[in-house]
């Protein structure tokens, strides 16, 4: 159950700092706890600067989720980029295909409690990612 | 729609003191008023609040459909109720009660007022009793609610309770860890031990685990995580109380206890944080 | 502001990271640094970022790289203050800092560094 969504535009590093202090606040209003509020902004900063650097800018979709009694935030990162080939590839510790440490998306996914990656050559990136209080 | 006839709404507006003089009776009757944990008062005036805000809502609204706006004070009184009843230590059946007295007052009072049209009376009484039932079952569920959240509460502070980090020297915590490790568990504490580091300005953490029958995977895993954090903080952390079995469960994992400082037990890694930290222990003389 | 400014304090140099980091800032500081310490012929450095109420690989990245660099111009690094929460959630992304050295506070890396350099 959704109760409130929106959407940040990251299209430069500055939108990367102002989408953290967004899902900062976001996460604060559905009350999670310190290390969680810590692990989901560093998250997000590693996925919105791939949007950036690899997807050459998108957005992000935030929404505050319930489910149960339990609140959560769920973000959308997505851009109309090249795309992924190998997902499965990016996906494993320590690849990179820029001049990263190749920790980006798999860090990611250790960070939160659900994560979701569409992409495909041409079609761009879609990364779903949900933590839950 | 199912709103109740106007003249059910005069009858309880006209007969509100009298209503609420029996209903309180009732309470009474039901022994919700001779208990030390909430007084006499206080019951008479959450009665006289709770019927002002019943006839309110029941001239506006659909008796049938509690969900509308209309509800939403006599919702929301019910739930302040209910959670204050939690707290005091009320049960359920206690909780409810103060919704389900009010039924014999009003049915009493409704028989007066339709003596002369029992249609009319029986298809009030069904609407009121609906009525009533559905109140009452929002203050027990409400009630559990509340219940939960008490429970819930307690585990959390038990869990920050059964594990605390004690300051052994200056400069030197300790956490001594008994039971069972649950992942959960072991996060809590782990995290309470780093905010105390840096609290305290503890250059050395000593984690006991002599009082650990067993860690499976993640728990060895967090625990390993745990000392990487530590020193990432700019502490040092010791590993104390590894029982022969658990010593065989990391090495059948395939963790690599690498860079970690292990000691038998706490009173050896105690002696070494004091010679880390520059000290030693001499026999008084004499 | 597009620089964090780099305090001198004898042979060591301090900088005190109390902004929201964003990728350009770190670079420059990287750069700012490494000419620093030839400069001053600086024997230590020390990187203060009890502020930082995140740290991400790429923030990672940059202070390990501060350390190999300054390591290979003959100067110590000392990352202090880290925030138990950013050191949970570090390890956590798989960043363990190898081979950068740390501190809880300032006047410990201070005392740290001097105990390095007076060893060499």
Redesign the interface.
């Known amino acids: 159950m959704t109760t409130r969504s929106g959407t940040h535009a990251i299209r430069s590093?500055?939108d990367?700092?102002l989408s953290?202090?967004a899902v900062?606040k976001l996460a604060i209003e559905c009350g999670l706890r310190?290390?969680d509020?810590?692990?989901l902004?560093?998250a997000v900063?590693?996925l919105a600067?791939n949007t950036v650097i690899y997807g050459g800018g998108g957005d992000m979709d935030w929404e505050l989720v319930e489910d149960g009694g339990r609140k959560g935030v769920r973000l959308v990162f997505r851009d109309e980029g090249p795309g992924i080939p190998d997902i499965k590839q990016a996906m494993t510790?320590g690849w990179t295909s820029g001049n990263?440490?190749g920790?980006?998306l798999?860090?990611a996914k250790?960070?939160v409690d659900q994560f979701d990656i569409q992409s495909a050559p041409g079609e761009g990136t879609r990364v779903t990612i949900t933590k839950w209080n | 729609m199912a709103i109740l006839q106007q003249a059910t709404i005069d009858a309880i507006k006209q007969n509100e003191s009298a209503l609420l003089a029996s209903w309180i009776e009732n309470l009474g009757d039901g022994g919700s008023l001779n208990d030390s944990r909430i007084s006499r008062e206080d019951v008479s005036r959450q009665a006289r609040e709770f019927l002002s805000l019943l006839v309110t809502a029941s001239a506006n609204g659909d008796a049938a459909d509690l969900t509308r706006s209309e509800w939403l004070d006599s919702r929301q009184f019910l739930e302040a109720l209910s959670r204050s009843r939690a707290m005091q230590g009320f049960d359920s059946q206690h909780t409810a009660h103060f919704i389900f007295s009010l039924k014999r007052p009003l049915f009493d009072l409704l028989q007066k007022a339709y003596a002369a049209d029992p249609r009319a009376l029986s298809s009030e009484l069904w609407m009121i009793s609906e009525l009533l039932d559905t109140l009452g079952m929002h203050t027990i569920r409400s009630f559990q609610k509340s219940r939960e959240e008490v429970i819930l509460r307690q585990q959390e502070e038990l869990l920050e309770l059964s594990t605390p980090v004690v300051k052994l020297w200056e400069g030197v915590l300790a956490l001594p860890m008994i039971g069972t490790l649950d992942s959960q568990r072991t996060q809590v504490v782990?995290?309470s031990l780093?905010?105390r580091?840096?609290e305290t300005?503890s250059?050395i953490a000593i984690i006991d685990i002599t009082g650990v029958p067993t860690v499976d995977t993640l728990v060895a895993q967090h625990l390993l995580?745990t000392v990487?954090?530590?020193?990432?903080?700019?502490?040092d952390c010791i590993i104390s109380g590894i029982r022969p079995q658990i010593a065989q469960t990391i090495v059948h994992l395939g963790l690599d206890l690498g860079g970690i400082v292990t000691k038998a037990n706490l009173a050896d890694a105690l002696a070494l944080a004091l010679k880390r930290s520059g000290l030693t222990v001499t026999k008084a003389a004499g | 502001m597009d620089r964090i400014p780099i305090l001198r304090m004898g042979e060591f140099l301090l900088v005190t990271i109390q902004v929201?980091m964003?990728?350009?800032l770190a670079l420059t500081l990287q750069d700012d640094l490494s000419t620093k310490i030839n400069e001053i012929s600086a024997k230590g450095v020390l990187i203060d970022i009890s502020a930082l109420?995140?740290?991400?690989?790429?923030i990672?990245?940059m202070i390990s790289m501060i350390s190999g660099l300054s390591r290979i111009l003959d100067a110590e690094t000392v990352?202090?203050?880290?925030?138990?929460?950013?050191?949970?959630?570090?390890?956590?992304?798989?960043?363990?800092?190898s081979g950068v050295s740390?501190?809880?506070?300032v006047e410990?890396?201070m005392k740290l560094l001097r105990e390095r350099v007076r060893s060499l």
């Open positions: 590093e500055q990367v700092v953290r202090q900062r310190l290390v509020q810590t692990k902004v560093t900063s590693e600067r510790d990263g440490l920790l980006g798999t860090g250790r960070l | 782990m995290e780093l905010q580091i840096v300005g250059e995580k990487t954090a530590i020193r990432l903080m700019g502490a | 929201d964003h990728d350009q109420d995140i740290v991400d690989s790429f990672g990245r990352v202090v203050g880290m925030q138990p929460a950013v050191a949970i959630t570090l390890v956590e992304l798989g960043l363990t800092l740390t501190a809880l506070d410990r890396g």
